[in-house]
């Protein structure tokens, strides 16, 4: 749980999910680096720069989740880091280069 709320996000970023073209409404607080992961690369992990507001799906997918499977998760990663994502992102570094191009994009937004 953050200590930012999503309306916070919602204000600066819109009111859909972060996720590119997704269009759903953001529902959750998503950290971009996760607990597990130590938060942000300056060991903040409830900073701006390491949240948005998420659909409840990306928001799963932003945890290293695969709700709908194989098939969601790699066409939602192929919408963030383009086509053979897969053979050119070592596996072991998917949820830190996922994490960095979401923040890349909020703070696109909020320049």
Known sequence: MSRIPLSTLIELDG????W???EIPAIEVSHFHSKGKGGTPNG???ALEN?????????RMSDGERPGGWPA???AHTLLFGE????RIPMGSWAY???EALRRIVAGRRS
């Open 15 to 18: 009111p859909q999910c972060i």
């Open 20 to 22: 590119p073209q997704c």
């Open 44 to 46: 903040r992990r409830d």
């Open 51 to 59: 949240l948005g507001g998420m659909c409840w799906a990306h928001a």
């Open 73 to 75: 998760y790699k066409k």
């Open 84 to 87: 053979g994502w897969e053979e």
């Open 97 to 99: 280069e996922r994490a």
